[in-house]
């Protein structure tokens, strides 16, 4: 299957979702070539000693979706991984608000695919973080 169909099968309910959405509250909203959006909200289990959203939450969904969003040039045949990313935390999110995160790709080739992202308010469009990410294609073995 390529990457597209596996991400439609997701959102579809015909496979399952990965845990990690479920664990850090957020789930995929839509899908299509090169873009993916996840919905979601922090509650208190993702939060740090201070009491605030830890910074990993933020990471997670945006990795998430801008990782997701190169997975959708992914050929069948073709498996991909984070090669690297970088966040930047605007705004601090509030437990229970509710948010959407979109990962956009930028250039997807054969070996490399780079995508961008942006955490925001689902209420009033305010963004919270926004992200870069590459991510490394292989052929599966």
């Given amino acids: 299957m390529t990457g597209l169909e596996v991400m439609t099968g997701i959102l579809e309910g015909r496979f399952s979702a990965p845990p990690i959405g479920q664990t850090l509250g957020f789930q995929l909203h839509h899908v299509e070539l ?3 959006v996840f919905q979601g909200q922090p509650e ?8 605030t959203v830890h910074g990993g939450w933020y ?13 959708t040039h992914i050929p069948r045949g ?13 705004k601090p999110v509030s ?32 963004i919270y973080a926004t992200g870069t990410t590459t991510c490394l294609i292989m052929k599966a073995n």
Avoid: W
Wanted: hydrophobic share 40%.
């Fill in 44 to 51: 208190f289990p993702s939060t740090n000693p201070m009491g």
């Fill in 78 to 90: 073709s498996i991909y991984t984070t090669l690297e990313y970088k966040i930047s935390i605007i």
């Fill in 95 to 126: 437990l229970g608000r509710k948010i959407i995160c979109e990962g956009i790709t930028d250039h997807v080739g054969r070996s490399t695919g780079v995508a961008r992202g942006v955490l925001r308010d689902q209420a009033n469009d305010q």
């Fill in 34 to 36: 090169g873009r993916v």
């Fill in 59 to 71: 990471g997670t969904v945006l990795d998430s979706a801008m990782a997701c969003a190169v997975m």
